[in-house]
Nanobody, 126 residues
Framework: QVQLVESGGGLVQAGGSLRVSCTAS????????MGWFRQAPGKEREFVAG????????YYADSVKGRFTISRDNAKNTVLLQMNSLKPEDTAVYYC???????????????????WGKGILVTVSS
């Protein structure tokens, strides 16, 4: 069964850093784009960052550009999101996602993302 499991969330003060990880199992993810989305309390789920299957192309929401960095290690079936200079408005549940079909995803839309993790909470205190 295909599974995506996030880890590394927690509580951090504004200006601090956190790294969240996503480990995939159940299929070969090296051929699929991966991404991170988040949902803040009372808000719609929004795109955060994405990375192509090769790792050669990355995509970021304007709100996190310059602060967050997405990377992947296909040998470990892992996608990382390094979050620096965190702000209270970054507080959200962060979800890892994977394409269901190669080339089906065009960021920032969630359409084309078929597999989703359960989400992890990141809380940034002021």
């Amino acid at each position: 069964q295909v599974q995506l499991v996030e880890s590394g969330g927690g509580l951090v003060q504004a200006g601090g850093s956190l790294r969240v990880s996503c480990t995939a199992s159940g299929r070969t993810f090296s051929n699929y784009a991966m991404g991170w989305f988040r949902q803040a309390p009372g808000k719609e789920r929004e795109f955060v960052a994405g990375i192509s299957w090769s790792g050669g192309s990355t995509y970021y929401a304007d709100s996190v550009k310059g602060r967050f960095t997405i990377s992947r290690d296909n040998a470990k079936n892992t996608v990382l999101l390094q979050m620096n200079s965190l702000k209270p408005e970054d507080t959200a549940v962060y979800y890892c996602a994977s394409e269901g079909q190669t080339g089906s995803w065009s960021p920032p839309r969630p359409y084309g993302m078929y597999y989703w993790g359960k989400g992890i909470l990141v809380t940034v205190s002021s």
